[in-house]
């Protein structure tokens, strides 16, 4: 089955301490993303990456990092994580670097206290 | 000024009628638009994606696009409660660099009965 994976789907956490969320995708896609939804802000691009070792800024990329090692993986990385980063983390993966029909993965629910 | 808005809602929709949902964009050079569905506490899937000015339909969707008003628009005929969830407008932004696809924060639709 064609899916995108992340993990951990609800993670609670204290500040500072360091955290990633893993995303993996079955389906060969080149082009990969992270986003953060906020009631009513909509979903933002953290970072997204167009292939292996290449990432790129979204919108709110601050206090985040991404690698691109293999094309399946995508992890966002919380350094140090601060309690305006509790959000809706969703990771996306599509099969063209002009980002049509994204496929989003199940989300994860993160609480920074 | 966001880059793509839409009405929050919630707009509600007897069962049976015409949910009329509305889109603006800032990027006149924008080329790419796309109508995503979240259930609550789900992830994003798309339904209807959109290029050329016009209309566009898919079973009960129809999506309506007028570059020279920067405006998409998305019909649902036939409401059903199961239509019932956020609908949200991305467009794909071509001022910046490659993969920006900036999302709207969404119009609720509640279906009645």
């Known amino acids: 089955e064609a899916q995108v994976t992340q993990n951990p789907r609800y993670l609670i956490t204290v500040t500072g301490k360091k955290l990633t969320v893993t995303c993996s995708q079955n389906?060969?896609?080149?082009?990969m993303s992270w986003y953060r939804q906020d009631p009513g802000l909509g979903l933002r691009q953290i970072y997204y990456s167009m292939n292996v070792e290449v990432t790129d800024k979204g919108d709110v990329p601050e206090g985040y990092k991404v690698s691109r090692k293999e094309k399946r993986n995508f992890p966002l990385i919380l350094e140090s994580p601060s309690p305006n980063q509790t959000s809706l983390y969703f990771c996306a993966s599509s099969p063209w670097t002009d980002n049509t029909e994204a496929f989003f993965g199940q989300g994860t629910r993160l609480t920074v206290v | 000024q966001k880059e793509v808005e839409q009405n929050s809602g919630p707009l509600s929709v007897p069962e049976g009628a015409i949910a009329s949902l509305n889109c603006t964009y800032s990027d006149r050079g924008s080329q790419s638009f796309f109508w995503y569905r979240q259930y609550s506490g789900k992830s994003p899937e798309l339904i209807m994606f959109?290029?050329?000015?016009g209309d566009k339909e898919d079973g009960r969707f129809t999506a309506q696009l007028n570059k020279a008003s920067q405006y998409v628009s998305l019909l649902i005929r036939d409401s059903q409660p199961s239509d019932s969830a956020t609908y949200l407008c991305a467009v794909l932004m071509t001022t910046d660099s490659w993969g920006k696809l900036q999302f709207g924060a969404g119009t609720q639709v509640v279906v009645t009965p």
């Open positions: 959109i290029y050329s000015n």
């Open positions: 389906m060969n896609h080149e082009y």
